[in-house]
Protein backbone atom coordinates (compact mmCIF):
# COMPACT_ATOMS: atom_id res chain seq x y z
CA UNK A 1 0.00 0.00 0.00
CA UNK A 2 1.38 3.90 -1.03
CA UNK A 3 1.65 6.72 1.07
CA UNK A 4 -0.18 8.31 -1.69
CA UNK A 5 -3.25 6.34 -1.13
CA UNK A 6 -3.88 6.61 2.57
CA UNK A 7 -6.56 9.46 3.96
CA UNK A 8 -4.34 11.79 6.25
CA UNK A 9 -5.13 11.95 9.91
CA UNK A 10 -7.29 14.61 11.12
CA UNK A 11 -8.16 15.53 14.33
CA UNK A 12 -11.58 15.71 15.38
CA UNK A 13 -13.14 18.66 17.00
CA UNK A 14 -13.21 19.08 20.89
CA UNK A 15 -16.67 17.99 22.68
CA UNK A 16 -18.64 21.17 23.90
CA UNK A 17 -20.23 20.91 26.86
CA UNK A 18 -24.01 20.29 25.84
CA UNK A 19 -27.44 19.89 28.57
CA UNK A 20 -27.82 16.24 29.10
CA UNK A 21 -31.31 15.41 27.40
CA UNK A 22 -32.90 13.37 30.23
CA UNK A 23 -33.43 14.65 33.33
CA UNK A 24 -30.26 14.61 35.85
CA UNK A 25 -30.27 12.01 38.45
CA UNK A 26 -31.08 13.49 42.33
CA UNK A 27 -27.29 13.01 44.05
CA UNK A 28 -28.63 10.98 46.94
CA UNK A 29 -31.77 8.68 47.11
CA UNK A 30 -32.66 10.63 50.01
CA UNK A 31 -33.97 14.00 47.96
CA UNK A 32 -36.23 12.44 45.78
CA UNK A 33 -36.97 8.61 44.53
CA UNK A 34 -35.17 7.87 41.46
CA UNK A 35 -37.47 5.71 39.12
CA UNK A 36 -35.05 3.84 36.54
CA UNK A 37 -37.85 2.95 34.50
CA UNK A 38 -38.46 6.37 33.57
CA UNK A 39 -34.88 7.41 33.02
CA UNK A 40 -34.03 4.11 30.63
CA UNK A 41 -37.70 4.53 28.74
CA UNK A 42 -36.55 8.67 27.33
CA UNK A 43 -33.13 7.43 26.60
CA UNK A 44 -32.48 6.33 23.25
CA UNK A 45 -29.37 4.35 23.95
CA UNK A 46 -31.72 1.84 25.83
CA UNK A 47 -34.53 1.66 23.46
CA UNK A 48 -32.88 0.74 19.69
CA UNK A 49 -35.28 0.64 17.07
CA UNK A 50 -36.20 -2.91 15.58
CA UNK A 51 -34.60 -4.20 12.72
CA UNK A 52 -36.66 -4.51 9.81
CA UNK A 53 -39.00 -7.58 8.89
CA UNK A 54 -36.32 -8.31 5.81
CA UNK A 55 -33.41 -8.52 8.07
CA UNK A 56 -34.77 -10.69 10.12
CA UNK A 57 -35.73 -12.91 6.98
CA UNK A 58 -32.03 -12.94 5.80
CA UNK A 59 -30.75 -13.83 9.02
CA UNK A 60 -32.74 -16.49 9.61
CA UNK A 61 -32.62 -17.98 5.74
CA UNK A 62 -27.88 -17.48 6.14
CA UNK A 63 -28.26 -19.68 9.73
CA UNK A 64 -30.03 -22.27 7.69
CA UNK A 65 -27.15 -21.97 4.73
CA UNK A 66 -24.39 -22.07 7.44
CA UNK A 67 -26.28 -25.44 8.47
CA UNK A 68 -26.84 -26.86 5.25
CA UNK A 69 -23.13 -25.92 4.63
CA UNK A 70 -22.01 -27.51 7.76
CA UNK A 71 -23.94 -30.27 6.98
CA UNK A 72 -22.04 -30.65 3.37
CA UNK A 73 -18.58 -30.80 4.91
CA UNK A 74 -19.19 -33.53 6.84
CA UNK A 75 -16.91 -36.61 5.51
CA UNK A 76 -19.00 -39.77 3.99
CA UNK A 77 -17.25 -42.46 3.24
CA UNK A 78 -18.26 -44.36 -0.32
CA UNK A 79 -18.62 -47.58 1.42
CA UNK A 80 -17.42 -48.95 4.77
CA UNK A 81 -13.39 -49.93 5.08
CA UNK A 82 -13.15 -53.45 4.92
CA UNK A 83 -10.08 -55.37 6.89
CA UNK A 84 -7.88 -57.56 5.42
CA UNK A 85 -8.77 -61.35 6.27
CA UNK A 86 -6.54 -62.94 9.04
CA UNK A 87 -6.28 -66.36 7.42
CA UNK A 88 -2.44 -65.27 5.67
CA UNK A 89 -0.94 -65.13 9.61
CA UNK A 90 1.06 -67.68 10.07
CA UNK A 91 2.31 -67.91 14.26
CA UNK A 92 5.66 -67.65 14.99
CA UNK A 93 7.98 -70.90 15.86
CA UNK A 94 8.24 -71.96 18.67
CA UNK A 95 8.60 -74.45 21.82
CA UNK A 96 5.15 -76.05 21.89
CA UNK A 97 3.39 -76.18 25.48
CA UNK A 98 1.03 -78.57 26.09
Known amino acids: MSSSS ?3 YQRLAPRSPSPPSSPPVPSSANDEEID ?11 NPPP ?5 R ?5 FVIF ?4 AWKLIPVGDKPV ?12 GPETQ
Open 6 to 8: RVP
Open 66 to 69: LHWV
Open 36 to 46: LDELTRNDPRF
Open 82 to 93: EYPDDSYLWTAP
Open 57 to 61: ALLII
Open 51 to 55: PPWWQ
